[in-house]
């Protein structure tokens, strides 16, 4: 089946860099796409998502790129802090699924370490 | 306002019992989903509910079943269960699911099976 991949497993980064995190999707229907980060011992929250009539959604801190052309997602840590250490996924649905809830499909995990 | 509440929050069972979990969805949520996740498969979708109705499933055996109440709390099952089904088991819910429906997670329930 397809899947969505991350293409790097962790990611460290020094305290105030800006952080980059790639992601690679491989189902040519996807148009929903959505950043996760799930510290240790909890659930995933949300960060942002995109929808595939857009190329770049920016919020607080973070901004994502999106480009169909090459199944390409990133997403952009600005001045990075202690606290953005943890694992982030990317998550992809097709519009079929929109009448019912996301069935997401998520990317591996990339843990990003802060260093101070 | 309260998030997603999924209990219990960790449980151990032996092989051939069978497991429930619970989740609170964000009150005025009617989409609730669940997701499996594992060190070795990662975060996998298990089914949708919407107003009491299951409108989208994944690709697990039929051990694993769910079901959603007239207030929007869901429950899942598990029978029979295996040493594989260890993972932390994931609610979601959205205020109608699909496209923009910004969908927020539980902390999980951890289960172990032994």
């Known amino acids: ?116 | 306002k309260a998030g997603v509440t999924q209990t219990p929050r960790y449980l151990i069972k032996t092989r051939g019992q069978q497991v429930t979990l619970s989740c609170s969805p964000i009150s005025g949520h009617r989409s609730v989903s669940w997701y499996q996740q594992t060190p070795g498969q990662g975060l996998q979708f298990l089914f949708e509910y919407f107003s009491e109705t299951q409108r989208n499933k994944g690709n697990f055996p039929g051990r694993f079943s769910g079901r959603q109440f007239s207030n929007s709390r869901s429950e899942m099952n598990v029978s029979t269960l295996e040493l594989g089904d260890s993972a932390l088991y994931l609610c979601a819910s959205s205020r109608q699911g699909g496209y923009g429906n910004t969908i927020y997670f539980g902390e999980g329930s951890w289960l172990t099976v032994v």
């Open chain 1, 1 to 116: 089946g397809e899947s969505v991949g991350l293409h790097l497993p962790t990611l460290s980064v020094q305290e105030g860099d800006n952080s980059i995190i790639n992601c690679a999707y491989s189902n040519s229907a996807s148009d929903y796409f959505i950043w996760y980060k799930q510290e240790s011992g909890k659930g995933p929250q949300f960060i942002i998502d995109i929808r595939s009539n857009m190329d770049k959604r920016q919020g607080q801190r973070v901004t994502v790129l999106l480009n169909k052309t090459v199944k390409h997602l990133s997403l952009q840590i600005a001045a990075t802090q202690p606290g953005d250490s943890a694992v982030y996924f990317c998550a992809e649905t097709e519009s079929r699924y929109t009448g019912a809830n996301s069935k997401l499909t998520f990317g591996k995990g990339i843990t990003l370490s802060v260093r101070p």
